[in-house]
């Protein structure tokens, strides 16, 4: 964090450190596994992660660990047995872009409303449909460029050493994967 404290994380609960002294400031139990965490523009936690056939993504208070939300995110194949929230970044106006898969070539990306977790949108790939680059396991990372298309990476397959970048361009709600980049 920028004050030099640490946010750590492990098996659903997550801890504030003070970077001086390495006391435990408050511990928060979220009962999901993190994966990412970030700072909103307010300060706040955000936390994806995930439980057996579950996909949650959490807002909490930085300064006492308190829950102000949590959202769960629609499967992308309901018998899918582990579905993650794997990676979280901001979008240019300040809300969440969040990117999981299930490890079976199916990818959801979303994006919430920072103040309340609101939908705003959401796309899923599936299995034998259009499959974008890097959506064969976990997304490791997304983000927004200024011209707002949407950037994901991830493993080709979860055994791979092989890696790939897909942009998402369009409206969202049509699902076009860019086949290149400009």
Sequence with gaps: MADGNLIVGSRGNLWHVNGDTGTIDWQSTLYFSSWSVILDAEGQLIVG??????RKVTRLNALNGAILWTRE?????????SESAS?????ADGDILVAGGD???????AKLRTID?????????????????????DPVGVLESPDRNIY???????DSTSWALSRVTGSFADGIFASGFD
């Design 103 to 109: 490890g079976n070539d199916r990818t959801l990306l």
């Design 49 to 54: 992660g995930s439980l057996p056939s579950h």
């Design 117 to 137: 977790g609101a939908t705003l949108w959401e796309l899923a790939t599936s299995a034998g449909g259009q499959q974008p680059a890097g959506s064969g396991s």
């Design 87 to 91: 990676s979280l970044s901001l979008s």
């Design 152 to 158: 994901f990476s991830g493993l080709i397959e979860r």
């Design 73 to 81: 995110l629609p499967f992308v194949d309901p018998t899918s047995y």
